[in-house]
T-cell receptor
Framework: GAGVSQSPRYKVAKRGQDVALRCDPI?????LFWYQQALGQGPEFLTY????????KSGLPSDRFFAERPEGSVSTLKIQRTQQEDSAVYLC?????????????FGPGTRLTVT | AQTVTQSQPEMSVQEAETVTLSCTYD???????LFWYKQPPSRQMILVIR??????QNATENRFSVNFQKAAKSFSLKISDSQLGDAAMYFC??????????????FGKGTLLTVNP
């Protein structure tokens, strides 16, 4: 079946612009995760959804970052008034259920460049 | 807080040879999972192998095996008979096994593996 897809794959934004990054998880996956991967670094956790409920947003770096999953499927990560430090690859992952034993399947990521 | 450390930013191996990637971690938990992920240049992260901390036997998946030393908090990945397709960034990751944050992966900084023909 289809894996996790993300769009756009590449996004260039001028500083101060708002951006929206989309994630389509694997069908039927309850849990959805967003990670931020800065250049040369490992991914860092941003936020987690179980169905439509955002249960953990502790990793969001500022109140300019907002994520939603209104119908428990597609998720959007929105960044308002982008700054240069927001430049990174944003990875989405989904898993069948919540819990340590469930594998997270990753999408290809969206590379955001803020100029 | 849990931390994962990969001390080798880059490694190289000749095709068909064996290479070992190192990872250490720090945790006060007794129940946890450890993972190795592969991230090829296309950037889609793929799970290579996982190890449950309560299992003493080291996990193996075909050419990939781990050396899990729980007391030393060490979790290395051995790739045997290296192939050109193994070239990628490899990330070591940790997840607590139970409790409120048992969904959150913590990653190391990665090791870039080059396979020379």
């Amino acid at each position: 079946g289809a894996g996790v897809s993300q769009s756009p794959r590449y996004k260039v934004a001028k500083r101060g612009q708002d951006v929206a990054l989309r994630c389509d998880p694997i069908s039927g996956h309850v849990s959805l995760f967003w990670y931020q991967q800065a250049l040369g670094q490992g991914p860092e956790f941003l936020t987690y959804f179980q169905n439509e409920a955002q249960l953990d947003k502790s990793g969001l770096p500022s109140d300019r970052f907002f994520a939603e999953r209104p119908e428990g499927s597609v998720s959007t990560l929105k960044i308002q008034r982008t700054q240069q430090e927001d430049s990174a690859v944003y990875l989405c992952a989904s898993s069948l259920a919540t819990g340590a034993s469930y594998e997270q399947y990753f999408g290809p990521g969206t590379r955001l460049t803020v100029t | 807080a849990q931390t994962v450390t990969q001390s080798q930013p880059e490694m190289s191996v000749q095709e068909a040879e064996t290479v070992t990637l190192s990872c250490t971690y720090d945790t006060s938990e007794s129940d946890y999972y450890l993972f190795w992920y592969k991230q090829p240049p296309s950037r889609q992260m793929i799970l290579v192998i996982r190890q449950e901390a309560y299992k003493q036997q080291n996990a193996t998946e075909n050419r990939f095996s781990v050396n899990f030393q729980k007391a030393a908090k060490s979790f290395s990945l051995k790739i045997s008979d290296s192939q050109l397709g193994d070239a990628a960034m490899y990330f070591c990751a940790y997840k607590v096994g139970s409790g409120g944050s048992n969904y959150k992966l913590t990653f190391g900084k990665g090791t870039l593996l080059t396979v020379n023909p």
